[in-house]
Every structure is written in structure tokens, then in C-alpha cells.
T-cell receptor, first 109, second 115 residues
Framework: KQEVTQIPAALSVPEGENLVLNCSFT??????LQWFRQDPGKGLTSLLL?????REQTSGRLNASLDKSSGRSTLYIAASQPGDSATYLC????????FGTGTSLTVIP | NAGVTQTPKFRILKIGQSMTLQCAQD?????MYWYRQDPGMGLKLIYY???????DKGEVPNGYNVSRSTTEDFPLRLELAAPSQTSVYFC??????????????FGNGTRLTVT
């Protein structure tokens, strides 16, 4: 069964810092990988989707990479802002969607 | 474009009561899913559907039922509510699962408390 792990579980950084969130998965037979943002008490908002044939995707200050062979993805957030504070989840698509438990990010003003 | 709409947003049930969580999508998506999210436990799949008239169990189906009579709607039924069903429930949809470019879209969730 696919297992998705996100490390660290929580991260606190000062405003303006660049940061990297990690996602690892055990089965490389995936169709795509998605990064989501979840604000407290809210649903999941899709940030980036990387297809299995792609290496990275960029949207504004966000850059996500995918290394299928090693079972890893990273979400890079440049010049972090307090508004980036949220929980970030990754999900891989195989026979089903498999989710990590998320990284809770706090950006301190 | 409403996307995935869930109702109600909040609900408190007494043990043994029944209720239906509603989910509707307007994106003509074939696939629809119900997840529950418990603190620190991640998202767990309850039921899913690959099209109208077709449903299947996910990881944690006990205590729940679903139906998919139309492409748009995918209600989740709790027959005899138990405290263990206290959770946040999310409905999601996608056009396809095997299509690498097909993202998963979520509703805003229903927060259910069973006391």
C-alpha cells in the first residue's frame, strides 16, 4: 500500500525566509502529485499539480519538484509571508489518492 | 463556478440519530470521494464513486452509506451516529484518476459532532 510521509510535522520561520517542505512516498507508480494548502477550519485548496512525467511546477512564489525514482517531492516557498501560515498537504495519485498528514507552517512577522 | 459544494457546514447529532451530508459538483466530474479528517490522522477515504450508479468502499466505510444517482450529487448517509464519527468530512471530485493532469477538487467540509 502506498504510504505518504511529510516531514517536518510543524515548522516555524521568520517572515522573509525561504523554506522547503518535504513529501516522500513509497510506490513510484503514480499518475501525479498534488500539493494542497489547508487553512484552519477550511477545505483543501490545490496549489500545484505535477504530472508523473514532469520534474517541477511553479506558481508565483511556489515551486514544487518531483523525483519519482526516489519517491520524493519538495515544495519550495520563497520569501515567506505571514499569510502563508497554513497546513500544507501532499497527495499522490495511484489506484487512489494517498495523502500525507501535512506540515503545519507558521510564518512569524 | 461553484466547484464542490457541501452542506451543512456544521452539525451536532445525538448518538443514534441519522443524517445525510450533501455534496454536489458542477464540473461534470466522473469521480467523487468522501473523506474524513481527524486531528493528526490525515485524510481517510470512506467511499468513492467512478460514475453515476457506481460506488465502492474506501478505507473506513463502516457506519456510512452512499448513493450516486446523478453525476452531480454524492450524498453520504450516517444511519446510527456514534461518537467515533465525530470528525470533519470532506467531499472531493476529479475528472479522472488515471489522467495525470486531472487535479482533485475539495469542498469546504462539514464539521460533525456526535454527543
Amino acid at each position: 500500500k502506498q504510504e505518504v510521509t511529510q516531514i517536518p510535522a510543524a515548522l516555524s520561520v521568520p517572515e522573509g525566509e525561504n523554506l522547503v517542505l518535504n513529501c516522500s512516498f513509497t510506490d513510484s507508480a503514480i499518475y501525479n502529485l498534488q500539493w494542497f494548502r489547508q487553512d484552519p477550519g477550511k477545505g483543501l485548496t490545490s496549489l500545484l499539480l505535477i504530472q508523473s512525467s514532469q520534474r517541477e511546477q511553479t506558481s508565483g512564489r511556489l515551486n514544487a519538484s518531483l523525483d519519482k525514482s526516489s519517491g520524493r517531492s519538495t515544495l519550495y516557498i520563497a520569501a515567506s509571508q505571514p499569510g502563508d501560515s497554513a497546513t500544507y498537504l501532499c497527495a499522490v495519485t495511484g489506484n487512489q489518492f494517498y495523502f500525507g498528514t501535512g506540515t503545519s507552517l507558521t510564518v512569524i512577522p | 463556478n461553484a466547484g464542490v459544494t457541501q452542506t451543512p457546514k456544521f452539525r451536532i447529532l445525538k448518538i443514534g440519530q441519522s443524517m445525510t451530508l450533501q455534496c454536489a459538483q458542477d464540473m461534470n466530474h466522473n469521480y467523487m470521494y468522501w473523506y474524513r479528517q481527524d486531528p493528526g490522522m490525515g485524510l481517510k477515504l470512506i467511499y468513492y464513486s467512478v460514475g453515476a450508479g457506481i460506488t465502492d468502499k474506501g478505507e473506513v466505510p463502516n457506519g456510512y452509506n452512499v448513493s450516486r444517482s446523478t453525476t452531480e450529487d454524492f450524498p453520504l448517509r450516517l444511519e446510527l451516529a456514534a461518537p467515533s464519527q465525530t470528525s470533519v468530512y470532506f467531499c472531493a471530485s476529479s475528472y479522472s484518476r488515471a489522467n495525470p493532469s486531472s487535479p482533485l477538487h475539495f469542498g469546504n467540509g462539514t464539521r460533525l459532532t456526535v454527543t
